[in-house]
């Protein structure tokens, strides 16, 4: 009569990819050539700070581009250099959270244990800068 214990039904969830905002060529080329004058002087720098920083802006522009895997080795390569918790830092983060998401949607165990122990890592580097300070 009421209906309170019938089962609904439920609607399939739709799986929203997040859309990749169409760059136009221009902004591409742009980014593309940035990318390439960060490339040189990182191939040019030998201080650490100044590489991770270079690292850093590089990994940054390859995620406008949804350059996924360039974008998580050159931020990856940006915290090895120095540690800390800046801007790089936290799309790095995401970049994982990211891949761990896609992992799972494809149900593929192996990928989401392999993002989440990054994870985790990055939450033992944000632990040590936190206690010695981002210097």
Do not use: W
């Amino acid at each position: 009569m009421f209906g309170f214990f019938k089962k609904k039904e439920k609607e399939p969830k739709k799986v929203l990819a997040k859309e990749e905002k169409a760059l136009s060529t221009e902004a591409t080329e742009k980014i593309q050539s940035e990318i390439t004058q960060l490339s040189h002087e990182i191939s040019t720098t030998q201080d650490r700070h100044k590489l991770a920083e270079l690292y850093e802006q590089s990994g940054l522009k390859f995620s406008e581009l949804y350059e996924t895997d360039q974008a998580i080795r050159c931020l990856e390569k940006s915290l090895e250099n120095r540690q800390t918790i800046g801007e790089g830092y936290k799309k790095l983060m995401s970049l994982y959270n990211q891949k761990r998401a896609d992992a799972a949607r494809a149900g593929d165990d192996e990928g989401i244990d392999y993002y989440m122990g990054k994870m985790d890592e990055m939450r033992q580097i944000a632990k040590q800068v936190t206690i010695k300070g981002n210097k």
